[in-house]
């Protein structure tokens, strides 16, 4: 089980992804562990943790295709919790305006996780619940996959605000008729991580040092998205190719 600093206030910030390939995932580390240290929040003895994400989104799969066409002004909810502990789990509203990310989140109870696995309703004074509630309301919401993968997580020796994370083993499982399927789809081709950079305002220049040592490609790839339509070539979920 990792710590997690519950956010009382909204954290906005840019987060920039690139998919690196396997033969270059050591050189990478190497780099960033010359100018970033590991989170804090890792339990001794490891150096990375297990992450999952329950995507949740409309009957119509709005959240998907805003993705797809590029809002530019859009929002997600999900639940996270680590490893297999999901007493830590939160609900976060990830929104995005334009180029920068808006992240919320409140700490769920065991009963209000399983009720919102559940797609029941309660009262809470919680805002990020009430934000639901009033979403669910308008466009009924339910969860639709689980995406999980293991985060190698850095934060920046003189920028704390600096974090950088690679992830490794990113699969996906659907939801049906309000449960998690007991199958597991990966994402990316085998050894490909995400390599994530999240700053404030400026990408440190040391970073742009690496990214254009590695010759990496920015991409706009959705753990969600992705997940998402690797469970519909499964026959789980119908999509329009055209978005």
Not at 140 to 150: A, D, E, H, M, N
Request: charged content about 25%; glycine content about 4%.
């Amino acid at each position: 089980m990792i710590a997690q600093d519950i956010i009382a206030t909204p954290v906005s910030r840019f987060e920039i992804k690139y998919i690196v390939p396997k033969f270059l995932k050591t050189q990478i580390i190497q780099d960033i562990s010359k100018i970033a240290v590991l989170d804090s929040n890792i339990v001794a003895g490891s150096n990375s943790y297990e992450v999952n994400s329950i995507y949740f989104d409309t009957s119509n799969l709005s959240a998907f295709y805003e993705k797809m066409a590029g809002v530019l002004h859009r929002k997600k909810f999900r639940i996270r919790y680590y490893g297999d502990d999901q007493s830590s789990a939160s609900l976060e509203i990830k929104e995005r305006l334009h180029d920068r990310i808006l992240k919320r989140k409140d700490k769920l109870t065991s009963n209000e996780y399983e009720n919102l696995t559940r797609g029941m309703h309660f009262s809470s004074n919680k805002k990020t619940l009430r934000e639901y509630f009033y979403s669910t309301t308008l466009n009924s919401l339910r969860p639709v996959v689980t995406v999980s993968y293991q985060r190698l997580p850095f934060v920046g020796k003189n920028d704390i605000n600096l974090r950088i994370t690679l992830d490794d083993n990113i699969r996906v499982r659907p939801w049906l008729r309000g449960r998690e399927a007991q199958v597991n789809y990966p994402l990316l081709s085998k050894g490909e991580s995400v390599l994530e950079i999240k700053f404030n305002n400026v990408m440190p220049h040391w970073c742009e040092k690496i990214v254009e040592k590695y010759a990496l490609t920015n991409t706009a790839c959705s753990k969600y998205a992705m997940g998402l339509s690797k469970c519909a070539s499964h026959g789980f979920f119908n999509i329009n190719e055209d978005y």
